[in-house]
């Protein structure tokens, strides 16, 4: 079992930055992680995923530039710098891990954490 606890998010204005986190705790080890988002009426989707060592990134192409993801395996985290952010990048970000291979989409993912919420101002 793997638990995932998220942290960081809050208000920020258009072009401006956050980052948030996410600590991981239990079997964590060869798992991947990445990040969702969820927008009010809209579907969970996919944002950014690292493998486990690392070397893979994988991001959906309206945050390719801006985000950059990044896993910490000594600590058990993992983290999401948002740069550039924009009104349409308002939703609550979720942490995501699975076991069977890169968290790209929802179908892989084996673990949720509970969201924080991210709000970009106009």
């Known amino acids: 079992q793997v638990q995932l606890v998220e942290s960081g998010g809050g208000l920020v204005h258009a072009g401006g930055s956050l980052r948030i986190s996410c600590a991981a705790s239990?079997?964590?080890?060869?798992?991947?992680m990445g990040w969702f988002r969820q927008a009010p009426g809209k579907e969970r989707e996919f944002v950014a995923a690292?493998?486990?060592?690392?070397?893979?990134?994988y991001y959906a192409d309206s945050v390719k530039g801006r985000f950059t993801i990044s896993r910490d395996n000594a600590k058990k985290t993992v983290s999401l710098q948002m740069n550039s952010l924009k009104p349409e990048d308002t939703a609550v970000y979720y942490c995501?891990?699975?076991?069977?291979?890169?968290?790209?989409?929802?179908?892989?993912?084996?673990?949720w954490g509970q969201g924080t919420q991210v709000t970009v101002s106009s």
């Open positions: 995501a891990a699975g076991r069977r291979t890169l968290v790209s989409t929802y179908k892989f993912v084996d673990y």
């Open positions: 239990g079997r964590t080890f060869g798992v991947s």
């Open positions: 690292t493998s486990w060592s690392d070397d893979s990134l």
